[in-house]
Structures are given as C-alpha cells and as structure tokens.
C-alpha cells in the first residue's frame, strides 16, 4: 500500500465540496512556480524572508505537526512520516543526517526542491524559505525543542542539493553569523516571546 492509500486508509486526507483536507488541514494544489515567484520577490526584502520562514515554522509546529505526530507511535518513526509527507505534497526527496534527538540537531537534505530548482540562476544565497520553515516546525515537534533551520547550501545557487542545518538559535547564530541574521534573526524573539516550541 503507498503512502497516498494509507492516508486515505486511515481518513487523513479527503476532497469533498472542493476542499482538500490534508492531517485536518485544509490544503490546496497549485503550481510550485506560484511559490516561486513570490519567494523570488520577498528575497529583496529581509523581514519578509523571516516571516514566510516564521509562518511556516508555526504551521508545522502547530495543528499540522499535531496531526501529524498522532500518525506515529513512537520516535524513530516520526522523521519517516515527516519525510513521506513532503514528498508526497512534491517538495523534494528528503534524508536527514547527524540526528541527536537529545540535542535536537540534525541536518535536512533535500534534493529535486521545487523552489531551489525553479530560483536557480536567479538568486546569489539560499532561498528556500518556505521549506526551511517547514523543516523547523517538523524538527521541533520531533524533539520538543524550539529549534531553527538554516539553509546553507541550495539548488538556486548551483549547488546539487538543499541542505538545512537545524539547532538551536545561539548554535545556528554562533556558527553561521551572516546567514543567521538574513535567515531567522530577530524576528520571532520580537513577534512571539515566551512562545513554547
């Protein structure tokens, strides 16, 4: 049974009266290139990077990764369910490597991205900030931590894949300074403090 036939199986996915419900969200399908341009126009803009990248973080983190962690029974099986889920939804095929659930570290690796692929040539630093939003959320629902996401290698700049280095902000700002402060920065200590993960 594939991945599509499980979740219709176990009633997480339905269409009726033109909605699509995807893990009690209510999802849609377009073309990824809608996204794209979008991302392309809010690369000019660093609070608007930040904030697609804090919405997607919060999405993940809230109701959809609820769903989503009650899919699975135990730990080791989470980052599986997570993997399936994105490249069902068509953002790429996924691994992850160097996981310390105790630390909540990781790295994602991302290849075929949609946005990567469709920016490349057209951005000089990485922009997948929408799925870097997305690998937060699902990191920190993983390991009950609040925790970030950094891309440091992407598609669009002509690297072979997207790699995402998750930790916490003090790690991520510490070893990637620069990055740090185009990528996440301030922003959700100003917008949500004493939020839990």
């Known amino acids: 049974m594939n991945f599509f036939e499980k979740l219709m199986l176990a009633r997480r996915?339905?269409?009726s009266e033109?909605?699509?419900t995807l893990l009690d969200q209510r999802s849609v399908i377009f073309p990824s290139d809608f996204i794209?341009?979008?991302t392309l126009k809010i690369n000019e803009?660093?609070?608007q990077i930040k904030a697609l990248y804090l919405s997607a973080k919060r999405i993940v983190n809230g109701n959809f990764g609820s769903s989503i962690k009650s899919l699975y029974s135990s730990e080791e099986e989470y980052?599986?369910?997570i993997k399936k889920i994105a490249e069902f939804g068509g953002w790429g095929t996924m691994r992850f490597e160097n996981v310390d659930m105790e630390k909540g570290t990781g790295n994602v690796i991302i290849t075929n991205a949609?946005?990567?692929?469709?920016?490349?040539?057209?951005?000089?630093?990485?922009s997948d900030h929408l799925l870097r939003g997305f690998c937060a959320g699902g990191a920190a629902v993983a390991f009950g931590k609040n925790v970030d996401a950094l891309e440091i290698e992407c598609v669009?700049?002509?690297?072979?894949?997207?790699k995402m280095i998750i930790d916490n902000r003090k790690n991520l700002e510490k070893q990637y300074k620069d990055l740090f402060n185009v990528q996440v920065g301030d922003i959700e200590i100003r917008?949500?403090?004493n939020e839990h993960v």
């Open 79 to 81: 980052p599986e369910l």
């Open 156 to 162: 669009a700049n002509g690297a072979d894949k997207c």
């Open 13 to 15: 996915i339905s269409f």
């Open 36 to 38: 794209s341009i979008y």
């Open 45 to 47: 803009n660093p609070d």
């Open 18 to 20: 033109g909605r699509i």
């Open 114 to 126: 949609p946005i990567g692929t469709y920016l490349k040539g057209k951005v000089n630093t990485p």
């Open 191 to 193: 917008s949500v403090k």
